[in-house]
DNA sequence: TTGTAGGCGTTATCAC
DNA sequence: GTGATAACGCCTACAA
């Protein structure tokens, strides 16, 4: 009694098995390829066929199955993400409008949380590219060069949208680090702030952090100001951090009378510790902070920070790759989506 | 001149190709089923043949397919997630749980957000049966008859997270958010807290904020205190939303003398325009919260409040499925990872 | 330890 | 408009 290929298979998969196209065709009496294209390509069948085989679908519940799609058509539906902190909530942003264009065209997305490392991020994009994503989406801006060397031979389109650098791996949608620190520092010196202090966030394997130091040392530079190392401290991101930050400002360098935080949780944490030991800002301390945090405005008293468009960038991003997918765009895009400072009460 | 089967292929894709086990094989002089092995199964081939295909492997720069694998194989490596809104914080920690899992174990992770709808919800399910997910982390509890139905048919393991719902459709790993809101309200009252509102978030479509109200009002119930309608309010999530329901409630129903919120960016947002105001807290008004976002413990005064396991519950999620997929477990599971309540200042 | 044959579920291509 | 056939790149099953 020799088995049937389907009782093999059923066997082989555990007593259950999966409709395949095949199942419906049978079923509705037509060809395998009227059926992937009644569901495909509806206007290539006629309206007989067309409703015939949606029918047997819906009767036995068929799933195509996108894999066997993917590996045929040798096209992926499957965009990947790959951000150094799915905790930090600056990211939430930027996946909301990413998700929200490709959703929008049939696309899904894939994500992974590398953490700071460069080495991580690697093998999230070898990860991806086993996958054969469409597209890839990069918040860091280095990357190790066997990362650049594979997304090279893979030649799948990628856009990094960390910040605006002038290398490329391909595409790049984002806004300039360097001209947002700068801009905020000069800024602060135009209210009349004379001892500005600069809080960064840690610089090791984190570009845009030592973008935002940069961008601070050179707007001292053109004031004509001498750089105070006293002035400029280095802190993991943290409401505790912030506190700890602003306080050790005050009481090691009394002369401050600003202090610009390069990341918003850091300031938060900064004017809550002020507010507690009665600290008044801006009066003894002014305090400006980095990304529009909703937060930043309800606080007391709402920080004076610098906009960035967090959810604009993610859609811009995918956007951006769809187009080089489809083919609408050939040429690489270098956009910058800008930044804007909110000038609020606290500096 | 007929063309080669190799140099259709490149046609076909435009021009450039990606290598294939094949090409590996070829250079290697083994079959393909050597190379195969060699990656997926070092242990059962030769040391010699290991270090021949790796070289080649390195040499060419080949990258697997993991589509052709999975198809092949009947097996995936991805996990779907659907969330209500990735903008919400809370479910970073989720993620990060999940992710931290997912990666020390060769998984990927696809993450949909379905918005508060069932019906998206129900069109994200589609969409990652029709990937072949190895595994769905759902945050709601309640989906469409459809839902339900592919869920079943497809016999993948699911792994709900949002609430220790009775009747999951698989496995539950959560909190009860009934629990939770009832034990904070007779906390409240054994403060002594006499007139305590409640401020819920939006109940349509939200079984997580229906099951919190009920248990206020379950509290209520067994302390023998009648329900009373105006300290009772509805408001989406939001800080300006939290600071305008403390200003309603104070001003419309002045009896009350305890809110508890049963969103924490609401609570926050109530606090910050207490103290705007200068109304006392818990002086005028004591204030509670649902889930402890690390802010909470930095506003003056610090934020009473129910502390949820976001992380665990990510994680042993992440567990559970795993757990199913290798046929470690074969039961479902109803883990239920608890709260606690963090008495601080506000109340 | 290694290789051969066949199939995973779909689409591309060409014939009718 | 519809169908037959051969890929897509890999793995399972079995043979040597």
């Given at each position: 009694?020799?088995?049937?290929?389907?009782?093999?298979?059923?066997?082989?998969?555990?007593?259950?098995?999966?409709?395949?196209?095949?199942?419906?065709?049978?079923?509705?009496?037509?060809?395998?390829?009227?059926?992937?294209?009644?569901?495909?390509?509806?206007?290539?069948?006629?309206?007989?066929?067309?409703?015939?085989?949606?029918?047997?679908?819906?009767?036995?519940?068929?799933?195509?199955?996108?894999?066997?799609?993917?590996?045929?058509?040798?096209?992926?539906?499957?965009?990947?993400?790959?951000?150094?902190?799915?905790?930090?909530?600056?990211?939430?942003?930027?996946?909301?409008?990413?998700?929200?264009?490709?959703?929008?065209?049939?696309?899904?997305?894939?994500?992974?949380?590398?953490?700071?490392?460069?080495?991580?991020?690697?093998?999230?994009?070898?990860?991806?590219?086993?996958?054969?994503?469409?597209?890839?989406?990069?918040?860091?801006?280095?990357?190790?060069?066997?990362?650049?060397?594979?997304?090279?031979?893979?030649?799948?389109?990628?856009?990094?949208?960390?910040?605006?650098?002038?290398?490329?791996?391909?595409?790049?949608?984002?806004?300039?680090?360097?001209?947002?620190?700068?801009?905020?520092?000069?800024?602060?010196?135009?209210?009349?702030?004379?001892?500005?202090?600069?809080?960064?966030?840690?610089?090791?394997?984190?570009?845009?952090?030592?973008?935002?130091?940069?961008?601070y040392l050179a707007a001292l530079a053109e004031l004509g100001r001498k750089q105070d190392d006293a002035l400029i401290l280095e802190r993991p991101s943290g409401f505790s951090a912030g506190a700890e930050a602003v306080v050790n400002l005050v009481?090691?360098?009394?002369?401050?009378?600003?202090?610009?935080?390069?990341?918003?949780?850091?300031?938060?944490?900064?004017?809550?510790?002020?507010?507690?030991?009665?600290?008044?800002?801006?009066?003894?301390?002014?305090?400006?902070?980095?990304?529009?945090?909703?937060?930043?405005?309800?606080?007391?008293?709402?920080?004076?920070?610098?906009?960035?468009?967090?959810?604009?960038?993610?859609?811009?991003?995918?956007?951006?790759?769809?187009?080089?997918?489809?083919?609408?765009?050939?040429?690489?895009?270098?956009?910058?989506?800008?930044?804007?400072?909110?000038?609020?009460?606290?500096?």
């Amino acid at each position: 009694m020799a088995k049937s290929a389907d009782q093999k298979r059923k066997q082989r998969n555990g007593g259950t098995t999966t409709s395949r196209m095949r199942d419906v065709a049978r079923k509705a009496g037509v060809s395998v390829m009227t059926v992937s294209r009644a569901l495909n390509d509806p206007d290539k069948v006629s309206k007989e066929m067309r409703q015939r085989v949606r029918a047997v679908v819906e009767e036995i519940g068929y799933v195509p199955n996108r894999l066997a799609r993917s590996l045929s058509s040798n096209r992926s539906n499957v965009i990947g993400l790959i951000v150094p902190s799915i905790r930090n909530s600056l990211f939430a942003e930027t996946i909301k409008g990413i998700s929200d264009v490709l959703s929008g065209n049939g696309y899904h997305l894939m994500i992974a949380d590398s953490g700071p490392g460069l080495l991580e991020e690697e093998e999230a994009i070898t990860a991806f590219l086993q996958q054969r994503v469409a597209g890839l989406v990069l918040h860091n801006t280095s990357h190790t060069p066997t990362a650049i060397e594979m997304i090279a031979n893979a030649k799948v389109p990628v856009v990094e949208n960390g910040n605006l650098t002038a290398a490329p791996l391909d595409s790049v949608v984002s806004y300039s680090n360097y001209e947002a620190a700068r801009a905020m520092t000069l800024h602060l010196a135009r209210m009349g702030y004379k001892h500005i202090a600069f809080v960064s966030l840690v610089r090791r394997e984190n570009d845009r952090a030592r973008e935002r130091l940069r961008g601070y040392l050179a707007a001292l530079a053109e004031l004509g100001r001498k750089q105070d190392d006293a002035l400029i401290l280095e802190r993991p991101s943290g409401f505790s951090a912030g506190a700890e930050a602003v306080v050790n400002l005050v009481e090691t360098a009394p002369q401050v009378d600003a202090i610009f935080f390069a990341g918003d949780v850091l300031a938060v944490g900064a004017v809550l510790e002020c507010q507690r030991r009665g600290w008044s800002v801006p009066g003894r301390v002014a305090i400006a902070s980095f990304d529009d945090l909703d937060m930043l405005r309800h606080v007391n008293p709402p920080l004076t920070t610098i906009r960035l468009p967090r959810y604009e960038i993610g859609r811009r991003s995918a956007e951006c790759l769809l187009d080089r997918i489809a083919g609408r765009a050939t040429e690489r895009v270098s956009l910058d989506l800008k930044f804007e400072i909110i000038q609020r009460e606290s500096a």
